[in-house]
């Protein structure tokens, strides 16, 4: 069974930082690109950014363009988010989400809460 | 940047047709996706390359994609189906999700 299970979001201040973590089990997780996805309170649905499984091609959202960075370690069968600048507006449920063969996000998270607030 | 637009809500009766649009400039030229989220979970893929439906997605959850539209359609509507639905589509390497649908089921 696919499971991706999100952790290390929190509180934290406008300006600090944050590393979010997605651990994978149930696939060949190398062979599989991933993305963060993210949902503000009420809100829709943003991607953020994308790594291929071999890490070598990555993508991002202008939002989080130069705040954000996207890793992963396949040894260890996870992803990463390192989140710093933090504004408010970058609170939300953050998921991570595999990546399907015609752009399609075959499965998700559980999704981590990040709350950016003084 | 490209933008894909939905509708806010669209209601319909148990056991009628539902129909969620989603508009963007020639979006019939790209694969389009959509989820369904109900309150307090996750998202789930109910379809994929406009109209193909993953393992486990009911029949009666449809798509289609052509010109500057995409629609999902659901047949037979149930009071199951009453969530929020996304379609998303990527543009020169950036994941695009459209502002997400409540459907309500009454």
């Known amino acids: 069974e696919v499971q991706l299970v999100e952790s290390g979001g929190g509180l934290v201040q406008p300006g600090g930082s944050l590393r979010l973590s997605c651990a994978a089990s149930?696939?060949?997780?190398?062979?599989?690109?991933i993305n963060w996805v993210r949902q503000a309170p009420g809100k829709g649905l943003e991607w953020v950014s994308y790594?291929?499984?071999?890490?070598?091609?990555?993508y991002y959202a202008d939002s989080v363009k130069g705040r954000f960075t996207i890793s992963r370690d396949n040894a260890k069968n996870s992803l990463y988010l390192q989140m710093n600048s933090l504004r408010d507006e970058d609170t939300a449920v953050y998921y991570c989400?595999?990546?399907?063969?015609?752009?399609?996000?075959?499965?998700w998270g559980q999704g981590t809460l990040v709350t950016v607030s003084s | 940047s490209y933008e894909v637009t939905q509708l806010p809500s669209v209601s319909v009766s148990p056991g009628q047709t539902a129909s969620i649009t989603c508009s963007g400039d020639k979006l019939g030229n790209k694969y389009v996706c959509w989820y369904q989220q109900k309150p307090g979970q996750s998202p789930v893929l109910v379809i994929y390359q406009d109209n193909k439906r993953p393992s486990g997605i009911p029949e009666r959850f449809s798509g289609s994609n052509s010109g500057n539209t995409a629609t999902l359609t659901i047949s037979g509507t149930q009071a199951m189906d009453e969530a929020d639905y996304y379609c998303q589509a990527w543009d020169s390497n950036t994941g695009v999700f459209g502002g997400g649908t409540k459907l309500t089921v009454l």
């Open positions: 149930g696939f060949n997780f190398s062979n599989y690109n």
């Open positions: 989400a595999s990546h399907g063969t015609t752009g399609n996000f075959d499965y």
């Open positions: 790594i291929s499984g071999t890490g070598l091609t990555i």
